[in-house]
């Protein structure tokens, strides 16, 4: 219960709890013994009802009286006993409730029995409960979730719930779930456009006068300043998804091997990826939602995967591989493509809107019959070296990229919004004139509404104002460091994104990271060095989606999530980072290309205990080909057990150059061997040749 302090234990506590723990042991047992035998008798509920009065949280108990009740009721015919039955579950849960308000089975409980509509319910009295479980702890989130589950049940009007919550925020400006509920109930009047709320700034207006009252009145209550990040992210973001870059980029030409085109790798492989990325998770991306023409002959059933590490169906970056593999060129041919996305009822964001803005982009690709003839011969045939003193060439653009192509045109991006900056810069001055060095959140929420303010510039032109923005935000994030260090990567890791964007902008302030790598008999590759710049996380990858050498050494990485947009990436250094798992390494299997990767000088395997390692479901609910290697590893006499994070990974890559010197796992016996085994086009490790 929020707001009770916690006492130091008595020697008459333990007596008493060591007691207790007799009885529901004893309790459990019998439970258990009727649940297996099926026993549904008023001495077999009596027993679950008293295991439940002492620990609400025994779901078993609560499963067994599901079952009973289902098998009694089906012996009732009569509406009053049938009422008498539901009233007896409604009064178990009652009496949980009472021990434990935030039991989640008791709660479930009573929402089952409700759903089951055998008899009329009587919502004077769930209200009634409600209104006493919440005077005794008003942010109890279990019974506001039971409001919103009755409030549907018995189709209470939204607008009527908004008016509750605007008086429980009354009551208590700290009531977080009130304001949560609020936040709720406003997206889905606005969707549905309902009468009064047909204007988004007007609502979102009078919201924004609301909480400032509230951030004024307490500035160390975190309720207000949680609902004020979400009236952000409504107001700085557009309504609907968009599609804010693509790869191949509009008009770009791709070969394998010729010096006035771009180079395509994956080309060498027969596979031409198509990346789109969007501002926001969409999903809905199908052959029918998304139009591909081109003088190939394209399959009417492609399809296009997100590239995420969730399984959620939505993702930022989607991506679908063209076959050439089986084209016939006697001399130098060039194939067009050209995608199209239409307004279209199929791709939808998380909170629900539809993809309206329709896009059109095309590009070619060049194959020579020297390029279906080398598909099994590895350009890579010597060993890449990371020259850290190498001069970039900073007069020249990447491998002949405009760097404007990457993004798609202006006149399809969201329009800057008036009402949307001057909201923001009134809430800017607003926040500055609360000037309080010691506020976390007040930093917090300034260095958001910079950003967003920064954001909204970028889809215009007016790159130069935006930098002023950044600059402010990063020296905020290094207070906030300083300020509050139990969040410190939190805070680092919104730097680090701060950073990307401040370096990715624009190409000007961008050509002093990049360069142009020759490699024999390839095109030149697009090489970007990003070293020594205390990145925690990578972002903006949409600007990114052209790389094809990419150096990130000597930065604190943990986590490489947004490298499986860069689908046209070769080789990556990784070194002197703080990559502590291989779970972590995860968004690189979703990269065809990858064929040098460098992790020496990480944490893989310093920390004794890993929690990361289980982020990631577990060997034994993977897919037949990852358990076709587990059986090709316990052949080589590799512990399985041990290694089936790296296991899960190797199988997954096709590596030709891999370092992993410096790590603490190189010092386990048979990694090497699991290495080779899963990689058996891998030439170089640690530096050395293998075969």
């Not at 779930?177 to 109930?185: F, G, Y």
């Not at 926040?431 to 060095?437: G, K, S, V």
Request: charged share 25%.
């Amino acid at each position: 219960m929020h707001g009770r302090p916690r006492r130091p234990d008595k020697p008459e506590d333990a007596a008493a709890a060591e007691a207790k723990a007799a009885k529901l042991r004893d309790l459990q047992a019998q439970v258990l013994h009727n649940h297996h035998s099926r026993t549904y008798t008023k001495e077999a509920l009596g027993l679950s009802f008293k295991l439940l009065e002492i620990n609400p949280e025994a779901y078993t108990a609560w499963n067994y009286r599901k079952l009973a009740f289902q098998h009694n009721i089906g012996e009732l015919s009569e509406p009053e006993a049938i009422k008498s039955a539901i009233d007896d579950e409604l009064r178990v849960v009652e009496v949980a409730l009472r021990q434990n308000p935030k039991s989640y089975g008791a709660w479930y409980h009573r929402k089952w029995l409700l759903n089951q509509k055998l008899a009329p319910v009587d919502f004077k009295r769930e209200f009634g409960l409600l209104d006493k479980l919440l005077k005794v702890d008003a942010r109890n989130f279990h019974g506001w979730n039971y409001r919103r589950f009755l409030a549907r049940f018995m189709g209470v009007p939204e607008e009527e719930e908004l008016k509750y919550t605007m008086d429980k925020i009354s009551d208590n400006f700290s009531n977080y779930s009130a304001w949560h509920n609020r936040s709720i109930l406003l997206s889905n009047l606005l969707i549905k456009q309902s009468k009064g709320f047909e204007s988004k700034q007007k609502i979102f207006s009078e919201e924004f006068e609301l909480v400032t009252q509230a951030l004024f009145t307490d500035p160390s209550d975190q309720s207000g300043w949680f609902y004020h990040l979400w009236l952000l992210a409504q107001t700085s973001s557009p309504e609907n998804p968009q599609l804010i870059a693509s790869w191949p980029s509009n008009g770009s030409n791709l070969s394998l091997s010729s010096l006035s085109s771009i180079c395509c790798y994956s080309l060498k492989e027969g596979i031409l990826p198509i990346v789109l990325y969007f501002n926001e998770p969409v999903k809905g991306l199908s052959s029918s939602s998304v139009s591909l023409n081109s003088d190939l002959v394209v399959s009417k059933n492609i399809q296009w995967r997100p590239l995420s590490v969730t399984d959620s169906g939505h993702s930022n970056c989607w991506v679908t591989y063209l076959e050439v593999s089986n084209l016939e060129c006697n001399s130098l041919q060039q194939f067009s493509v050209e995608v199209s996305i239409t307004n279209s009822d199929e791709i939808v964001s998380r909170s629900g809107s539809n993809y309206n803005c329709p896009v059109h982009f095309s590009f070619t690709f060049e194959l020579s019959n020297n390029d279906s003839t080398a598909k099994d011969i590895d350009p890579i045939h010597e060993l890449i070296s990371w020259d850290f003193s190498e001069p970039l060439l900073s007069h020249v653009n990447p491998s002949c990229i405009c760097f404007e192509q990457l993004k798609i045109t202006n006149s399809l991006v969201h329009k800057e919004s008036n009402w949307h900056l001057e909201r923001l810069s009134d809430e800017i001055d607003l926040f500055r004139e609360l000037h309080d060095d010691n506020s976390k959140f007040a930093k917090l929420t300034l260095a958001r509404l910079l950003l967003a303010c920064a954001a909204i510039k970028s889809r215009g032109s007016s790159l130069v104002e935006r930098k002023g923005y950044c600059e402010e935000s990063l020296g905020l994030f290094n207070d906030l460091i300083d300020l509050d260090p139990s969040h410190k990567r939190y805070y680092e890791d919104e730097r680090s994104l701060v950073l990307m964007d401040q370096l990715t902008c624009d190409m000007e302030a961008f050509k002093k990271y990049c360069s142009v790598k020759a490699l024999p008999k390839l095109a030149p590759l697009n090489h970007v060095q990003l070293c020594r710049l205390s990145l925690t996380r990578i972002g903006f990858a949409e600007r990114l989606l052209w790389v094809q050498m990419l150096d990130l050494t000597h930065n604190n990485l943990r986590s490489i999530e947004g490298l499986e947009a860069l689908q046209q990436l070769v080789c990556l250094n990784l070194g002197n980072n703080q990559i502590s798992s291989f779970t972590a390494l995860e968004p690189l299997t979703k990269i065809i290309s990858l064929k040098v990767l460098d992790l020496s000088c990480n944490e893989i395997g310093t920390h004794p205990i890993d929690t990361t390692r289980y982020i990631c479901p577990s060997p034994f609910s993977h897919r037949v080909e990852a358990c076709e290697a587990f059986e090709e590893c316990r052949k080589k006499n590799i512990n399985v057990e041990e290694f089936w994070d790296a296991i899960l990974f190797f199988k997954h890559v096709n590596l030709v150059q891999l370092c992993l010197e410096g790590n603490a796992v190189t010092n386990k016996e048979n990694l090497r061997t699991l290495v080779v085994t899963l990689n058996p086009s891998l030439k170089w490790l640690d530096g050395k040749f293998v075969h």
